[in-house]
């Protein structure tokens, strides 16, 4: 069984920046596409940039040009890089696989306010 823990999560004002990380244990990491998923209060989840095996990257129109995505496969981590953070940008943050195969971490709290 995979398990995902999520950190780099915090309060930031709008603008700012912040970076996240999911560390995945196992040895199946590398084979799998990766994605950054949020949900706000209220709100269904959703994939927010995801990173194929070969290291292709696909973004939320609303996130593009502001997050970037990566992977370390010796490491079997997943970042996700984000800048000019916005208010609508909090929310609880996840990774998983894309589509989604392994049980959800814990999530990361990401809080953008003034």
């Known amino acids: 069984q995979v398990q995902l823990v999520e950190s780099g999560g915090g309060l930031v004002q709008p603008g700012g920046s912040l970076r996240l990380s999911c560390a995945a244990s196992g040895s199946t990491f590398r084979t799998y596409a990766m994605g950054w998923y949020r949900q706000a209060p209220g709100q269904q989840r959703e994939l927010v940039a995801h990173i194929t095996s070969l290291g292709n990257t696909y973004y939320a129109d609303y996130v593009k040009g502001r997050f970037t995505i990566s992977r370390d496969n010796g490491r079997s981590t997943v970042y996700l890089q984000m800048n000019s953070l916005k208010p609508e940008d909090t929310a609880v943050y996840y990774c998983?696989?894309?589509?989604?195969?392994?049980?959800w971490g814990q999530g990361t709290q990401v809080t953008v306010s003034s």
């Open positions: 998983n696989t894309a589509p989604t195969r392994w049980v």
